[in-house]
């Protein structure tokens, strides 16, 4: 006999039980073993989140991945992720708040998205980031008056979504998660 499992009661939408219900029609199995794979699948990608002793820096990479959903589906403020990856945390592994607000508006509100990024990057030197260095651009020139031209704007001005959240990743993965890894190899050394 297989491992114990236990009977559980969820709320679905009618569009979202359709669905499930022609996906198990369609692989020729059950409704439940289409949830279950779902659950399984789910739980695998936020590993990280269901295991207390990951904190800090180390969540970054979940938050970057499936922020989107996450932020979309359970309605994450910056309050609550800085509570989420900073509680318990020692200072060099803390998120800086200013990150974690970066975080929690990625893929929501681009435009500010993008502005707040830019500012970040004025005061915290990853400027390249911003204006899009970070993903091999270069867009950090001088224009006539003098302020910095940005390649993420195309001719009307209007940011590019998936470059502003590229120029996020990057900025984010270089400060928190790469970072790390160069220190911990020198310090091995």
């Known amino acids: 006999m297989g491992p114990k499992k236990q009977a559980i009661s969820v709320r679905v939408g009618e569009a979202d039980l359709a669905n499930l219900r022609k996906l198990a029609k369609r692989l020729g199995v059950r409704d439940s073993d289409v949830i279950r794979v779902a659950i399984k699948t789910l739980l695998s990608k936020w590993a990280p989140l269901h295991d207390n002793s990951v904190r800090g820096r180390s969540l970054v990479p979940v938050f970057l991945e499936n922020g989107n959903e996450l932020f979309r589906h359970f309605d994450l403020d910056a309050p609550r ?3 989420i990856i900073n ?3 020692h200072d060099e ?5 200013e990150d974690i607000q970066l975080l929690s508006m990625s893929g929501i509100q681009r435009s500010y998205l ?3 990024l ?3 990057g004025n005061s915290h030197h990853v400027n390249g980031y911003a204006n ?3 993903n091999g651009q270069s867009g950090n020139s001088a224009n006539a008056n003098g302020s910095h031209g940005n390649s993420d704007l195309n001719a009307n001005g209007s940011a590019d979504g998936a470059q502003v959240e590229q120029s996020l990743r990057q900025y984010l993965y270089e400060k928190y998660v790469h970072s ?4 911990n190899y020198a310090t091995t050394k």
Do not use: F, I, M, T
């Open 132 to 134: 899009g260095q970070g």
């Open 180 to 183: 790390r890894a160069e220190h």
């Open 93 to 97: 592994a803390r998120v800086e708040l």
């Open 87 to 89: 509680d318990g945390v």
């Open 81 to 83: 992720l800085d509570s």
């Open 114 to 116: 993008r502005w707040r």
């Open 118 to 120: 830019e500012q970040v």
